[in-house]
């Protein structure tokens, strides 16, 4: 009984949705539109010893779409898991992205999935933007097996092999070395991609990290 | 601090913020933002600066934010800290005091749920102690400042909650001695640390049973209070080790070692260990839960000894 008026709701919902898209079609063609925008950044580049990249960045409007639907599908998801710790169905620690997922998404759509990224504990969003599920995310902060790490790591330990993102670290600055490694092993296997290991400022302070800078 | 113009605090969020846990909190007011000193998140760094400063003679307490943070000061705690005083002929003391909160806490995950008792102990020149309670947790931290020698103070995640009415006055707690929890004559139950109050539930337990455990929390990790231990030992003859550390290389391990060594003769059972499962602390706290020694455990251990 129960579950057949879900069934009902759902498709109610979904016929809810379609008379909207099709409204929004039929007087703006935005969400397909693939005709090129040139787009110009407002902050200019500083740079140090290199020449700095074009201010004009070519898109178009799907593309667009598309950003912003994770960027706000991101915002969201770290919202309810800001409520979730609120509610204590997530404990230990909780590191939310909320205000950063530009950076994830931009630095997404450049790359491939064969780059590597590290990251430190800060890691839901780049977990989503590698390709990772919201089930995985909310199974791992809950601690429950459907999580990415089924449930044994919790919010700072979310890893995706198969998508080369290697985490997800809880001591601050610790990821840097490793990524420092990611590296070297796609030198050593020609790998013919990249790493991108983030920190901040706080794990600017370690000691570590510069070991990994000299030694890149 | 009061008392003495050489003893000052490091550590990540010591003084503006009052510490992590709140364990410095109006000291930099009172003190200033030298003598509570705010550092870096650079650990090997400023626990190298500590030693530094206690090699001239000032008397420094270092906090590391979660003992886990410490491994990466591993270094400078071993052959600085530990060594120096050896090394050079006796010429440099380090009196500094290392401490900082450790053990399993609610669900913090495996890196910030560490047991560094285990790692440190083999440091040959280090002192190490482990507060249980509000009373011994003053006494000790004023032994160990007082102390020539460096003293790695183990606090506990879970425990800066505790309430305790403690003297207003100057005291200190013998930094090798052990302290007599509830005296027995059935079993010594060997603990330290939060494992103390686990044991205590098991206890209540065990005399609605009808047993008589002695229970003696340890405090003091490096050297063991074998007179007090010893003593215990002859009189129930049975000894239980309840610890939080991991079944490898743990505090047991060496207690079991040293018991064994010294008092083998007055045991008419061997000695049981309670330790925690040699895995990464889960984050789920089902598995958590699991990982570390519950009083359930410690019952029918107890139940089990003395058969």
Redesign the interface.
């Known amino acids: 009984m129960a579950l057949s008026r879900l069934a009902s709701s759902s498709s109610r919902s979904a016929d809810l949705l379609k008379p909207l898209c099709s409204a929004i079609s039929l007087r703006r063609p935005i969400s397909t539109d693939t005709t090129p925008i040139t787009v110009e950044t407002s902050v200019p580049f500083t740079s140090h010893q290199c020449d700095t990249p074009s201010r004009s960045v070519q898109t178009n409007a799907k593309e667009l779409f598309t950003f912003f639907r994770d960027l706000a599908l991101m915002r969201r998801m770290e919202i309810a898991a800001d409520s979730l710790y609120k509610a204590k169905l997530i404990r230990g620690f909780c590191h939310l992205y909320d205000g950063q997922e530009a950076v994830a998404v931009g630095m997404e759509a450049a790359i491939t999935k064969k780059d590597c990224i590290i990251t430190a504990y800060r890691d839901h969003c780049t977990f989503v933007a590698r390709g990772g599920t919201l089930l995985e995310v909310f199974s791992e902060l809950m601690g429950r097996q459907a999580g990415c790490s089924r449930g044994k790591g919790g919010s700072m330990h979310f890893y995706k092999k198969d998508s080369n993102f290697y985490g997800g670290h809880g001591i601050v600055g610790a990821q840097v070395p490793l990524g420092c490694g990611l590296a070297f092993a796609q030198k050593y296997s020609k790998d013919e991609a990249v790493t991108f290991a983030l920190y901040g400022d706080g794990a600017a302070n370690q000691g570590q990290l510069f070991e990994a800078l000299n030694i890149s | 601090m009061e008392r003495d113009l050489r003893v000052c605090v490091m550590g990540e969020d010591v003084g503006h913020y009052g510490g992590s846990y709140k364990v410095t909190k109006g000291l930099a007011k009172k003190f200033g933002d030298l003598r509570v000193l705010d550092t870096?998140?650079?650990e090997?760094?400023f626990t190298g600066m500590g030693i530094g400063a206690a090699m001239t003679g000032l008397r420094p307490v270092v906090e590391g934010m979660n003992m886990?943070?410490l491994l990466?000061a591993f270094n400078q705690i071993s052959n600085n800290c530990g060594m120096l005083h050896y090394t050079s002929g006796g010429q440099f003391t380090i009196p500094i005091v290392i401490r900082g909160p450790g053990g399993v806490?609610?669900?913090?995950?495996?890196?910030?749920s560490q047991r560094l008792e285990s790692y440190f102990q083999s440091i040959p020149g280090i002192q190490m102690v482990a507060c249980s309670t509000p009373y011994n947790a003053k006494g000790l931290m004023k032994a160990a400042i007082r102390s020539e020698n460096p003293v790695i103070l183990f606090e506990h995640v879970l425990l800066y909650n505790l309430k305790e009415r403690i003297p207003d006055e100057d005291y200190i707690c013998n930094l090798e001695e052990a302290e007599m929890v509830r005296p027995g004559e059935h079993v010594t139950i060997l603990t330290y640390s939060r494992m103390r109050y686990h044991v205590m539930q098991a206890a209540k337990t065990l005399v609605n049973k009808g047993y008589d455990p002695e229970v003696i929390d340890i405090r003091s990790l490096k050297p063991f209070d074998l007179y007090t231990i010893g003593n215990s030992v002859k009189k129930t003859h049975r000894v239980l080790i309840v610890e939080e550390c991991m079944r490898t290389g743990g505090i047991g391990a060496s207690l079991i070692a040293a018991i064994t060594e010294n008092f083998n003769d007055y045991l008419d059972a061997p000695i049981m260990c309670l330790s925690s499962q040699d895995v990464?602390t889960?984050?789920?706290?089902?598995?958590e839960e699991v990982t570390v020694v519950q009083p359930a455990q410690i019952v029918t251990a107890v139940e089990q000894l003395c058969q």
């Open positions: 870096p998140i650079a090997n760094s886990g943070f990466l806490g609610r669900q913090l995950g495996a890196e910030h990464p889960p984050y789920a706290g089902t598995l």
